[in-house]
């Protein structure tokens, strides 16, 4: 359940209530989406509602930006578990491989490597169960390579997904997370109105959405999709009942325009 821009505690309360009634069981959130605590508040109150304890759930968070580098870093991520209300994060990654600093800035590899090695020690410390990072290309990924246990996160739906990216953490053992499958809220109309994907709906029963979610999900890519409509939460669970062929895929796979709706990391040494 992704939960970006989010920030009223009344819409996260219903749709997390929703997603648990379901069967969700994953939330990622980041330091800067602004809703750690109220996401704490919420998890304090509902997992006992829900019969649930603190590790039937799986939390992601991820650190800011503005927080690379290790002292900052240390602080950042102690204060996450503060606003969470959690002893431990399941998953904590590097939201992005630049910091404060501009693009080209040499010192953004130093502040991510500071980053890096803080996070291997709080995951030492068992405060991080397992550390990651998000929206790094390959050139990123090779500083890390003697590293395991890297999780990225990048932007991936029939409209832009880098398949040498994928391939590279399939042949690395590096589990690959996809963010924005519906396209986001600036992009989803365009998406939704693509011809084969509705035709996919029509020949597979399902909604939009659903074969948006299945194009990641049914090639084994963990999915996160964000929603303030709890009717949304449940329509969007569907996706885990369905699979969809291999050629209906390739299908997918063709409609490739390099169309990136949300930030783009390729310019950061
Ligand atoms: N690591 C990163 O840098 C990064 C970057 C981007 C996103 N993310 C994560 O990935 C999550 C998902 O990506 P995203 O937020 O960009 O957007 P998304 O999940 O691709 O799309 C969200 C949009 O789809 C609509 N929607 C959801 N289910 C729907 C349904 N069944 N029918 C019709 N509309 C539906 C939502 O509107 P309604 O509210 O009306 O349902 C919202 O406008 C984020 O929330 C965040 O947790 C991570």
């Not at 904590?92 to 020690?121: A, F, T, V």
């Not at 979610?213 to 329509?235: K, M, W």
């Not at 063709?254 to 709706?261: D, F, I, S």
């Amino acid at each position: 359940m992704g939960t970006w821009q989010i920030r009223k505690e009344e819409i996260l309360h219903k749709v997390i209530d929703e997603g648990l009634r379901k069967g969700y069981r994953f939330i990622d959130t980041a330091q800067v989406y602004g809703n750690e605590a109220a996401i704490g508040r919420i998890l304090g109150y509902l997992l006992p509602q829900h019969n649930l304890k603190r590790e039937d759930i799986w939390i992601t968070s991820k650190l800011a930006p503005a927080n690379a580098g290790a002292a900052a870093a240390r602080k950042s991520i102690e204060d996450s578990l503060k606003h969470l209300q959690v002893d431990y994060i399941d998953l904590l990654l590097i939201h992005w491989p630049g910091s404060s600093l501009k693009s080209e800035n040499p010192k953004n590899k130093i502040l991510r490597e500071e980053s890096w090695k803080i996070m291997g020690e709080m995951m030492k410390e068992g405060k991080l169960k397992s550390i990651g990072v998000s929206n790094f290309e390959i050139s990123h990924l090779e500083e890390l390579k003697k590293v395991s246990n890297v999780v990225p996160a990048v932007e991936y739906h029939p409209h832009f997904h880098q398949d040498d990216l994928v391939k590279y953490c399939n042949d690395n053992n590096i589990h690959f997370q996809a963010y924005s499958s519906l396209g986001s809220p600036t992009y989803r109309e365009k998406l939704s109105k693509e011809p084969v994907i509705i035709k996919l709906a029509e020949k597979y029963g399902v909604s939009v959405p659903v074969i948006l979610l299945g194009f990641a999900y049914c090639q084994g890519i963990s999915i996160l999709p964000r929603t303030t409509n709890p009717e949304h939460v449940v329509c969007n669970y569907e996706v885990t009942k369905r699979s969809i062929s291999e050629n209906d895929i390739s299908l997918m796979l063709a409609l490739k325009v390099e169309h990136k709706t949300c930030w783009d990391p390729r310019l950061v040494v």
